[in-house]
């Protein structure tokens, strides 16, 4: 059986054997250059991406032991296997520290040298396929995947990047819609558990004895219709990420059992009566205001104060206004490659309508506006009247409320939503003031005579919002 992949370079001192290597592997089926001694087969490696080289470790210039610390450094992808006429326990105990993937000793048995050769490859083309699965994971999980540049997000991914490398418990607060989960799947992708289950659990679509059961298993015949054992959720973590959403609807319960579970990382299925021991990483989240169901008794003080670790809030998408016009692009890019359209983007009365809607979905709602626009759009750019009657129904409303107020009280009554956009922009754009006129589409100087006339100051903002939350 032929091999079609692998490129291999042969270095070696003894012609005659180095040939002979070369026509052999050739006749495998791997592409085949060779090497006279450790100069030569330097420059090789330089000019070429191998994927293993085969090198004596006798050479008239330099032994193989300093040609592989060489390629260690120099090409860290390509595989070693070292060839020795004296072989010791010494010598491969050495190469393999080195980083050799296999040490042989002439002379050469055929098969060895084949089957050697097969394995390294076969390594190299998984961990080539690893990087690629890694990549695309990365891609469609990681940070990156999370668009914002607003400056409330920006602290979002520095926290992020802070603990995703630790144990510890993650709380993630925000309202439906602001994209929790994609944020949970992002610390796990950025943790060292990335290679192991991602194993998530939606607390509020199940009734309680069937999440008590999901999340840690049953025994057969624990209740009706258990007509197996089954492993739960915090089994099949183990090792990775559990991530617990709506955990705000757990029962008070299952609340007990959660406590113990998160805490010891210890629990028993329903019905059994044999205790399993996890390593799984805690991320919870909730739309829902955990403090303010411990006062009212609707959700357990013990419990909140394990699973409060580390909090990390969502902001809703009204308060991230600078960040709508890239998240329509990221999203229009998406919809247009899967669609087919060619729509090139948003025009200024498109823009503005989506900027002045308040988003109770917040962006999984424009998500759906995006695509929704995408597959109705008209031209070949989307203006406002390709978006929702909903949108423009609320932007007529303004309108028509404005229109009817006198001039007095109208000043009076557009001074406290102005006063909010502006601050709601210069948080979106972290108190950049260039930015953030330009996100408002006003100049400097008019921004700061607004920012004076309503007295906005940072630190005053940020002592109310530190209050408030």
Partial sequence: MKNTEGSLLVIDDDRDLREAMADYLRGLGYRVETACDAREGKERMRDYPFDLVVCDVSLPDEDGFKVLEWATENVPDTLFVLLTGYGTIEGAVDAIRLGAFDYLTKPLIDEELSLAIRRGIERRQIASENRSLRQQLDERFGLGK????????????????????????????????????????????????????FVEVACGALPENLLESELFGHVKGSFTGANNDKDGKFLQA???????????????????????????????????????????????????????????????????????????????????????????????????????????????????????????????????????????????????????????????????????????SLKAKMAEPERQLIIDALNSNGWNRQATAKTLGINRTTLYKKMKRYKIEFEEEMARESAMS
């Fill in 146 to 197: 999370i668009v914002g540049r607003d400056f409330k997000m920006q602290r979002m991914f520095d926290l992020i990047e802070s603990v995703a490398d630790t144990r510890t418990t993650v709380l993630i607060l925000g309202e439906s819609g602001t994209g929790k989960t994609m944020t949970a799947r992002a610390v796990h992708q950025l943790s060292d558990r990335r290679d192991q289950p």
């Fill in 238 to 408: 183990d090792g990775g990420t559990l991530f617990l959403d709506e955990i705000a609807t757990a029962s008070p319960g299952l609340q007990i059992k959660l406590l113990r579970a998160i805490q010891d990382r210890e629990f028993e299925a329903v019905g059994g009566d044999k205790t399993h021991k996890v390593d799984v990483r805690l991320i919870l989240a909730t739309n829902a205001d955990l403090e303010e169901m411990v006062r009212k008794g609707e959700f357990r003080e013990d419990l909140y104060y394990r699973i409060n670790v580390i909090s990390m809030t969502q902001p809703p998408l009204r308060e991230r206004i600078g960040d709508i016009p890239l998240l329509a692009e990221h999203y229009l890019s998406h919809f247009r490659e899967q669609s087919g359209r060619d729509v090139k983007g948003f025009d200024e009365s498109a823009l503005r309508l989506l900027q002045s809607y308040k988003w109770p979905g917040n962006v999984r709602e424009l998500v759906n506006v995006v695509e929704r626009a995408v597959v109705l759009a008209r031209r070949d750019v989307i203006s406002a009247a390709d978006l929702p009657e909903s949108l423009r129904k609320e932007d007529s409303s303004r309108t028509l409320t404005a229109g009817t107020q006198s001039a007095g």
